[in-house]
C-alpha cells in the first residue's frame, strides 16, 4: 500500500511532495516541537484538545480562525 500524507493540518501542505514517510514523521515532530516545550526540560500535557469546527453564518464570518470545509475552525484555547 502507497504512504498518502494527510496534508490539511496547518504546516503540512507542501508534504504532498514528499516521497518518504520519514520526512513526514520528522515535518510533524518539528511543528510539534516548536509548539510545546521540550518534555524533557519542563513537563507538559501536550495537546488534548481539539479544535472545533463550526459552521458559521455570513456575519460571523470573521470569527478567529480559519475557513475549514463545514465552516470555521476554531481555536480550543
Do not use: C
Not at 30 to 57: C, H, T
Amino acid at each position: 500500500m502507497a504512504w498518502t500524507p494527510v496534508t490539511t493540518y496547518a504546516g503540512l501542505e507542501d508534504l504532498a511532495r514528499a516521497q518518504d514517510p520519514a520526512e513526514g514523521r520528522y515535518r510533524v515532530l518539528a511543528l510539534r516541537a516548536a509548539k510545546l516545550p521540550d518534555w524533557r526540560e519542563q513537563g507538559n500535557a501536550g495537546s488534548f484538545f481539539m479544535n472545533a469546527i463550526v459552521p458559521v453564518a455570513p456575519e460571523f464570518a470573521d470569527l478567529p480562525g480559519h475557513s475549514v470545509p463545514g465552516g470555521r475552525k476554531l481555536s480550543a484555547a
